[in-house]
C-alpha cells in the first residue's frame, strides 16, 4: 500500500537563514530534545543546512516510493527517511543522490545506511545516515508513505517541521519555536566569542564560567 500526502508548507526563507547561523551543539545547549540518534552522521562533515521535513516511510527493501518522491521534493527541502528498522540496505545512492541534488534538496537524513558515498562527495550532496552498505533497496512496488509522521533516530517528524543539520548531528525542531531556539543559539554563539577573546587576554575559563567560585566555595564550607 502507497500513501501519498501533499506536500507541506515550506518554513520561511528567513527562517532558513536564522537556522544556518547556528550549530546543532549549539541547540543542545537550549534545548535537550529533538535531536536525532548521534549515530546517524554527517557524510560530509564540513556542511551545515536547514529546511523543511520531507518525510518518508520505506519498510524493507522497496524504494519505489523514495524514487516517486524525487519527482515532488523542491529546493530547500530536507528529506527525512523512517527505514523501520532496516540497517541492512541503502535505499540512498549514486542516482538518488544525483536526482535529489538537481531537484534543489537540502539535504537527506536517513535513519539507515546509504551507498556511493563517492558520488555523495562528488556532488556536495549533504547527507546524513548510519553509515555505509553495499546491499541496496530494490523497486519493488509494495509499499510506501510520503508525508506522515516518522520516527528517525528516535524522534517523530512531522512533515513541514524545520530541520538543522551539521556535524554535530541533526535536530527537529517544530517550526513555530524554531526562531526563538535559534536567536537563543545565536546569542549563546557571540557570548562565545567574547569569552573567547578573554582567554587570549589570559583570564582564566573557571574564572570566567564561575567554577572556581563553586568549587572553592564547596572546599571552604567543608
Known amino acids: ?94 542516482v538518488v543522490t544525483h536526482a535529489m541534488r538537481n531537484a534543489g534538496v537540502a539535504a537527506g537524513v536517513i535513519d539507515g545506511p546509504a551507498t556511493d558515498f563517492s558520488e555523495i562527495h562528488r556532488t556536495g550532496m549533504p547527507v546524513w545516515c548510519r553509515g555505509p552498505s553495499p546491499i541496496t533497496t530494490k523497486i519493488l512496488g509494495s509499499e ?8 528517525v533516530g528516535g524522534q517523530t517528524v512531522e512533515p513541514g517541521d524545520a530541520v538543522l543539520c551539521d556535524e554535530s548531528g541533526v535536530v527537529v525542531l517544530k517550526r513555530d519555536a524554531a526562531g526563538g531556539y535559534a536567536r537563543r543559539a545565536i546569542e549563546m554563539q557571540e557570548n562565545e566569542l567574547l569569552l573567547l577573546a578573554r582567554l587570549r587576554r589570559g583570564e582564566w575559563l573557571p574564572d570566567i564560567s564561575g567554577a572556581t567560585a563553586m568549587i572553592e566555595g564547596k572546599l571552604a564550607t567543608g
Open 1 to 94: 500500500m502507497f500513501i501519498v500526502n501533499p506536500m507541506p508548507e515550506a518554513i520561511p526563507a528567513e527562517l532558513k537563514t536564522l537556522l544556518e547561523r547556528c550549530e546543532v551543539a549549539t541547540i543542545g545547549h537550549v534545548l535537550h530534545s529533538g535531536f536525532v540518534d548521534r549515530e546517524i552522521r554527517a557524510v560530509l562533515p564540513d556542511r551545515r543546512v536547514a529546511g523543511t521535513a520531507v518525510t518518508l516511510r520505506i519498510p524493507h527493501a522497496d524504494s519505489a516510493a523514495l524514487h516517486y518522491l524525487t519527482k515532488l521534493v523542491r529546493p530547500g527541502d530536507v528529506v527525512v527517511i523512517d527505514r523501520c528498522g532496516d540497517d541492512k540496505h541503502a535505499c540512498w545512492g549514486g
Open 144 to 151: 510506501g508513505a510520503i508525508n506522515v509522521p516518522v520516527s
